[in-house]
């Protein structure tokens, strides 16, 4: 049996290294000149290596610490949470030091957030619905949108409550972070190795029939029993590749049910750490909401990087690159409570994720009303497996360990079709 693999994400390559470790022959077919997806490490930036898309571990259990242990890597844990400051206005400040309402609202929009996991079916509306009819007001709902549902690169209104607390439930890998001092991309390519990965293959199009699959791309035409689709939604939004004949009215529904945002980081770096080396996150209602240190006190890393989605992202990325990272500059001098912030950087850019035409967006989230979305899109289609983040309804979506799960379900999904 052969199989084509379409992407080279952490889902992907899960998927090919756990049929090629069963004896299977695999091709993994990747439009990109890398492997990775939206895992990327640029190790030209800083002295260290910073991600440009996915960079924490969020679990103390998920799997992607296995692979960390079996790489032979260490992972870093990060403290972001605990130490979050929030500013209204001036300097960021840590929760302790806000005034008392105030603290006691972001306190309780995270227990809330918790509290989805109890209800037992929670009614499915947005996660802004929820928390007004919990009795957070407006000035609350801001807050909201920041802290919860950009996180999930989505509007608070289009957020799904049920989805949520499947999570919530679903969730095995815990609350600690990680981030990987080699970086993500050095993991993946542990991973990856001795895998047949053909790159600059977009494939545009897929025949597929009881009698296998015909792919087309740039590089070339492939032929497999079957294909294991792992492409991002916003990709199949897109309509790249085309399949003849269509995909069902299940799937063709799910993919147009599930919602893509930007997603959109600003990086910057000085001469020097300007903040103390305890700040680790902080966060405001700006337009450049969320910032936080990827550096490592050890070494004295100088860097700090921005990441908003939904309608931020939209705003910072409908400016050119300069404006976007000024008016990134500007709102990190007011968090700060410094003014020499321009004169002080050294270097900066932007990595738009929904101009990525491989990508197209951040990651996937479900409205309302579409809870069923995520277990049809993972449903396999004759000769046609799906995996990808956004399949991931038993885990975490929006992940790397939730990709890498769903590309094993898919490989074990392959295996018992031999
Ligand atoms: C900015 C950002 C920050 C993130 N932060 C974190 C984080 O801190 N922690 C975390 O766990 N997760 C994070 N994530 C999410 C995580 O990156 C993803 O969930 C995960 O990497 C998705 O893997 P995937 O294999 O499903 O998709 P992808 O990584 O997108 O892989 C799909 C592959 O398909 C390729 N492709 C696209 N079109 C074609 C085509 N036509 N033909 C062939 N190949 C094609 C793409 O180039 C890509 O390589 C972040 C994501 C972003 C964007």
């Known amino acids: ?162 989805d949520l607390a499947r999570e919530l439930r679903a969730d095995r890998a815990g609350k600690r972070e990680y981030r990987l001092r080699e970086g993500y991309t050095a993991l993946l390519t542990w991973y990856a190795r001795d895998l047949d990965i053909r790159c600059g293959a977009a494939a545009r199009l897929v025949r597929h029939s009881s009698g296998g699959v015909i792919v087309e791309t740039d590089a070339g035409v492939f032929h497999a029993d079957r294909c294991v689709v792992t492409l991002p939604v916003g990709v199949l939004q897109a309509g790249t590749p085309r399949f003849e004949p269509p995909l069902g009215a299940g799937k063709q529904w799910a993919i147009g049910a599930l919602r893509v945002e930007p997603g959109t980081r600003l990086l910057y770096r000085f001469d020097e750490p300007l903040w103390d080396r305890d700040l680790t996150f902080m966060a405001h209602a700006g337009v450049a909401a969320r910032w936080w240190t990827p550096g490592y006190p050890a070494e004295d890393a100088a860097v700090i990087v921005c990441y908003a989605t939904a309608d931020r992202a939209r705003m910072l990325d409908a400016l050119d690159a300069h404006d976007a990272l000024q008016a990134g500059l500007r709102e990190l001098q007011t968090l700060l409570g410094r003014d020499d912030l321009a004169q002080r950087c050294i270097a900066a850019t932007r990595v738009a994720w929904g101009a990525d035409p491989y990508a197209c967006g951040g990651y996937a989230h479900v409205p309302p009303g579409a809870a069923a979305a995520r277990p049809v899109l993972a449903e396999s289609e004759g000769v046609l497996h799906f995996a990808g983040e956004a399949t991931a309804f038993d885990s975490n979506p929006q992940t790397v360990h939730g990709a890498i799960e769903s590309g094993w379900r898919a490989a074990d999904e392959v295996l018992t079709c031999q």
Request: charged share 20%.
């Open 1 to 162: 049996m052969k199989i084509i693999i379409l992407g080279a994400g952490a889902s992907g390559i899960a998927t090919a290294r756990r049929l090629h470790d069963a004896g299977v022959a695999v091709q993994v077919l990747e439009a990109r000149d890398r492997i990775g997806g939206r895992i990327w490490t640029d190790c030209d930036f800083a002295s260290f290596p910073v991600e440009l898309g996915a960079e924490f571990i969020h679990g103390e259990h998920a799997v992607t610490h296995q692979l960390v242990a079996a790489a032979g890597m260490a992972p870093v844990p990060v403290d972001r949470y605990g130490k979050l400051r929030w500013s209204d206005g001036g300097p960021a400040l840590l929760l302790d030091m806000l005034p008392s309402e105030r603290r006691r609202m972001i306190v309780a929009l995270f227990r809330a957030l918790d509290a989805l996991r109890d209800i037992p079916e929670p009614a499915d509306r947005s996660l802004a619905a929820y928390l007004r009819a919990h009795g957070f007001d407006t000035g609350a709902l801001e807050v909201a949108d920041v802290l919860l549902a950009q996180t999930c690169c989505a509007p608070i209104e289009t957020l799904s409550c049920a």
